[in-house]
């Protein structure tokens, strides 16, 4: 795909630009810059993450939070360039369209929310899947009932897995049973996972019983909320700037237009990587190509629908690699629990020692990995919050700061 031209970039800014000039609003050459500058930096953002979302890597854990930098870092520039032409904000038409940003932002706070309850969904998986580990813990001499405690993890993460594929909706229907966990369960197998003597029975039952009551703190979307729905308001009626509003807003409408893009593609890609309701793919993305950033993020929406097209991800819960890994695991483990007869063969134990050393690896990337993503989405929860703040004192509509 050929790169957009110095005189295509200038074709979508000079009427803005050639306005300041005209109208007094400040030196031609600096506005220029500026947003120049910005789309500049969307454009090499993107294009970075694109680049690097090679086959092993696209959606994974890691990847994630690098799409949620390129998100905040964006924020936090478009938000200078706003506090930079406060004289412009609050003019049209750029208080429209800031008002028209400013409810797309308000629907991406839902989607933050249903993303931290997805990833406590993950987390559940994730700890039955500690059980089986802990349970077959190779430095332990394997017996039937750690056997039997396995099977029934494995079984519960089946359904559970399985449940969430069926019904977009059962997610939060089914977690609304679970009762609230106290505050240590998340770090719970974090210290226990690495008990040499593995865990007593009462308290290995203990922890079963835990996982009947885990439930997010906090469960901010109704039962009848649609993540789908959320996303297809999200991108209602964005369109590229027309000439008449680059003029009229000194070029402004241009990086507002790039950003509710950004914010559009961003809340997209995490609904397609995190299970929530009723997730759906289908939004579209209207985006001319003479802007300097369309290509990579359009070839990351590319590289993301190809992904939910493959057979094994098709009816997936959620696109995130690391719960392909879970539900491939949790097949091998599945598999391999039913093979198990007693007394054990030596070449059957050390399979069982392989694949939990497997696991363990898996297990620990998770424990790694969730909580700065959770931290990422609560950043960008706030900093969502943070602007829409600052645009409405910026325009007049929020409280005085005299």
């Known amino acids: 795909m050929p790169a957009t031209t110095d005189c295509q970039r200038r074709s979508i800014l000079s009427l803005g630009i050639h306005s300041m000039e005209s109208r007094g609003g400040g030196s031609s050459e600096e506005g220029e810059v500026e947003l120049e500058r910005f789309q500049r930096q969307v454009a090499d953002r993107f294009t970075e993450l694109s680049s690097s979302s090679c086959s092993h890597e696209l959606l994974s854990i890691s990847w994630i939070r690098k799409l949620l930098d390129v998100f905040l870092s964006c924020q936090q520039e478009f938000g200078m360039i706003l506090c930079n032409n406060r004289s412009v904000v609050n003019k049209q038409p750029m208080d429209r369209l800031i008002e028209e940003f400013m409810e797309r932002s308000v629907k991406a706070l839902d989607v933050c929310n249903a993303i931290r309850d997805g990833i406590q969904q993950i987390r559940l998986w994730e700890k039955m899947l500690e059980i089986v580990l802990i349970s077959l813990d190779s430095q332990k001499v394997l017996g039937e009932g750690q056997v039997r405690r396995a099977k029934k993890a494995l079984i519960d993460l089946a359904i559970g897995m399985l449940d969430d594929k069926d019904s977009g909706t059962s997610l939060a229907h089914r977690n609304r049973s679970f009762g609230r966990h106290n505050n240590t369960s998340n770090n719970h197998y974090t210290n226990t996972n690495h008990t ?10 203990h922890h079963i019983r ?7 703190l906090s469960w901010s979307v109704s ?25 009229a807003s000194n070029g402004l409408a241009v990086p507002l237009f790039t950003m509710s893009s950004v914010l559009l593609f961003v809340m ?58 879970m539900e491939k695991y949790a097949r091998l483990m599945s598999e391999l629990v039913d093979s198990v007869n007693f007394p054990l063969t030596e070449e059957k134990e050390g399979e ?31 900093r969502i919050v943070r602007s829409r703040t600052e645009g409405l004192d910026s325009s007049g509509r929020g409280h005085s700061t005299g």
């Open 196 to 205: 040499s003597n593995g865990l007593s029975r009462d308290h290995h039952h």
């Open 268 to 325: 997209w890609a995490i609904v397609a990587a995190i299970p929530c309701q009723d997730r759906g793919l289908h939004v579209h993305f209207n985006i001319p190509r003479q802007f300097t950033w369309a290509a990579p993020l359009l070839s990351l929406h590319e590289k993301i629908l190809e992904e939910s097209k493959k057979r094994d991800r098709k009816n997936a819960c959620g696109l995130l690699r690391e719960i392909y890994q």
């Open 352 to 382: 069982v020692k392989e694949r939990v050393a497997e696991l363990a690896q898996l297990c620990e990337a998770m424990n790694v990995g969730l909580d700065p993503l959770e931290r990422q989405v609560r950043e960008v929860f706030h």
């Open 210 to 216: 835990s996982l009947g009551h885990f439930r997010s």
């Open 223 to 247: 039962r009848s909320w649609s993540a789908a729905r959320q996303l297809q308001a999200i991108g209602n009626n964005l369109a590229a700037p027309r000439g008449n509003e680059i003029v």
